[in-house]
């Protein structure tokens, strides 16, 4: 039985476009109203903070990890954009990634470069800071300090509860 087949949302360009569209005018509405707004944009904020504070240990459990790997999860996972990324993408920079991402010819993910990928943590999908692999458990078990390794997966976790609550609130917000 072949492995069934991802339905990625907004694949195609003009489902790209509406999605951009969409977000881009609802946001633009309630911005009128800062307090509409003020909780969703602060959320985007902390996401965007978080990343940044477990950046630096996750370039280096990467740098330890990726070059060796022969699974390498660029490589064949399906990743994709989905709302809470597109929102906090948008919050923090005012613009939206130029396209969904998808898969090239060779399945690897389209940000995909020779030193790892070329987008800033915050622009990617939460999928690719989420997973960790199973070598980089391994590379983060055996950091000096245990407690980086505590601290990077309460921040993921943290993460993952800020963006529930971010498409909560923004729904709260389109919807009065």
Known sequence: MAPKKL???????????????????????????ESET?????????????????????????????PTCTDVCCRRATVWYDLKDLLTIFLNTGRFPDKQIYRRADNSCC?????????????????????????????????????EGSALFRAIDEIKIARKVLKQEYAKAICG
Do not use: M
């Open 7 to 33: 339905a990625i949302p907004w694949a195609c360009e003009e489902d790209w476009t509406q999605i951009v569209l969409s977000l881009s005018k609802v946001i633009s509405a309630h911005s009128a109203l």
């Open 111 to 147: 940000n995909l470069t020779p030193s790892g990928c070329g987008l800033k943590r915050s622009d990617r999908p939460f999928i690719c800071t989420w997973y960790i692999c199973p070598d980089q458990k391994n590379v983060i078990e055996g950091l000096p300090d245990c407690a």
């Open 38 to 66: 003020a909780k969703i944009r602060t959320l985007s904020q902390q996401i965007v903070q978080t990343y940044a504070d477990i950046e630096p240990i996750l370039e280096r459990v990467c740098l330890a990890s990726c």
